[in-house]
């Protein structure tokens, strides 16, 4: 069973969900997603353990909390960690030739207590959008991509430039397993990361037309 929740992401600014959470969660849980971090409010799930049973019978009964709630406080909880951009070949680029680029995690564990069970969400990345910083179109795919020579994920600089950075902005699905009821469920695209590469220069690459078997003699 899923539920579809965004959150939406741009540079320098908090992330606000586009489909809020469940009516339970924003009493006590209204900060918001800052770069994977959340701030500004306390998660209640997250404190006092389980109330112990009492013979009272005008105690009000126990209720758990959803799957759902759970997922939305733990990923708020926590600082979620990137999918560990890769740009090669690192430090330096060439018109024409292309740049690669992967992401070298696509899943992350989160383990918290929630009303003093140990509870863990389990994170897979939906898509990933790489942006290569030259004002062309974000290359928005499902596929991580992997080290050279794999070049599934690629980019052709047309221009030469000084400075040049590669953004990387991951969208996470969120799993877990309720500790009070046993149920599964998971929310998809509940939250994005961002991650930039380190800059790096784009040279002007040169065709030098040579006649090997010349070369080869000697001449």
Same mark, same amino acid.
């Given at each position: 069973?899923?539920?579809?929740? @965004?959150?939406?992401?741009?540079?320098d600014?908090?992330v606000?969900?586009? !489909? %809020?959470p469940?009516?339970?969660v924003p009493s006590? $849980?209204? *900060?918001q997603?800052l770069s994977g971090?959340?701030? /500004?409010?306390? $998660?209640?799930l &997250?404190?006092p353990?389980?109330?112990e049973?009492?013979?009272?019978? /005008?105690a %009000?009964a126990?209720?758990?909390?959803s799957?759902?709630e759970?997922?939305?406080q733990?990923v708020?909880?926590?600082?979620?960690p990137?999918?560990?951009?890769?740009?090669?070949? #690192?430090?330096?680029?060439?018109?024409?030739?292309p740049? &690669? @680029?992967h992401a070298?995690?696509?899943?992350h564990?989160?383990t918290?207590a929630? &009303?003093?069970?140990?509870?863990?969400?389990?994170?897979?990345a =939906?898509s990933?959008?790489?942006?290569?910083?030259?004002?062309?179109t +974000?290359l928005?795919?499902?596929? +991580?991509? *992997? %080290?050279y020579p794999?070049?599934?994920?690629?980019?052709?600089?047309a221009?030469a !430039?000084? =400075?040049?950075t590669?953004?990387?902005?991951?969208?996470?699905?969120a799993?877990?397993t309720?500790?009070f009821?046993g149920?599964?469920?998971s929310? #998809? *695209?509940i939250?994005q990361?961002?991650e930039v590469?380190? %800059?790096?220069?784009?040279r002007?690459? =040169?065709?030098v &037309?040579?006649?090997t078997?010349e070369?080869?003699?000697? =001449?």
């Amino acid at each position: 069973m899923a539920a579809s929740a @965004v959150a939406y992401w741009q540079p320098d600014q908090a992330v606000r969900w586009i !489909a %809020p959470p469940p009516p339970s969660v924003p009493s006590g $849980c209204t *900060g918001q997603l800052l770069s994977g971090q959340w701030v /500004d409010d306390a $998660c209640p799930l &997250l404190g006092p353990a389980t109330p112990e049973p009492t013979d009272d019978p /005008d105690a %009000p009964a126990f209720v758990p909390p959803s799957t759902t709630e759970i997922i939305y406080q733990a990923v708020a909880s926590t600082t979620v960690p990137g999918a560990g951009l890769v740009v090669q070949p #690192e430090g330096l680029s060439y018109t024409g030739i292309p740049a &690669l @680029v992967h992401a070298s995690r696509s899943s992350h564990q989160i383990t918290v207590a929630v &009303l003093g069970r140990q509870t863990t969400v389990s994170l897979t990345a =939906r898509s990933y959008s790489f942006d290569f910083g030259d004002g062309t179109t +974000p290359l928005v795919t499902t596929s +991580p991509g *992997g %080290p050279y020579p794999d070049r599934t994920n690629q980019h052709v600089y047309a221009s030469a !430039a000084a =400075r040049r950075t590669i953004e990387l902005v991951t969208t996470w699905n969120a799993t877990a397993t309720n500790p009070f009821t046993g149920e599964t469920q998971s929310v #998809e *695209g509940i939250v994005q990361t961002r991650e930039v590469s380190a %800059p790096f220069e784009v040279r002007r690459s =040169r065709t030098v &037309l040579t006649d090997t078997a010349e070369a080869s003699q000697g =001449r």
